[in-house]
């Protein structure tokens, strides 16, 4: 994959995450926050983005979106490595709870 490509997909990324951001937003405002990670201000703001600001914003060549995944346990917890599938419901909620509580810290 050369440059130019992955500026491409990225810009797709970008105007993807944008548009499932504003749905988000739009139709459950709470779960929108929790679900995207985001203050109540960026919700605020991309609530109001109009499709020709997005696609401004989409036109960039970095990422928007980022992995809320940055720590062992919960990669851990959700790829449930060397445990049985009994166990995967209940890794999956250990993960939220630990993804919620930093959803709470930087809020």
């Known amino acids: 994959m050369n ?3 992955i ?3 990225i810009r797709e ?5 944008l548009m499932l951001a504003q749905s988000l937003v739009r139709a459950d405002r709470d ?6 990670g985001i203050s109540e201000e960026t919700a605020d703001l991309i ?6 600001q997005m696609m401004k914003i989409a036109s960039g060549n970095t990422l928007l979106c980022r992995m ?3 720590d062992d346990m919960v990669w851990s917890l ?6 049985g599938a009994a166990n995967d419901s209940v890794s999956r909620l ?3 709870i630990l993804m919620a509580g930093r959803h709470q810290e930087a809020a």
């Open 3 to 5: 440059t130019e490509q």
């Open 7 to 9: 500026l491409i997909e």
């Open 13 to 17: 990324a970008n105007l993807s995450y």
């Open 31 to 36: 779960q929108a926050l929790f679900r995207l």
């Open 47 to 52: 609530g109001l983005l109009s499709p020709a």
């Open 68 to 70: 809320r995944v940055d």
């Open 78 to 83: 959700l790829t449930n490595h060397g445990k």
């Open 94 to 96: 250990h993960a939220n």
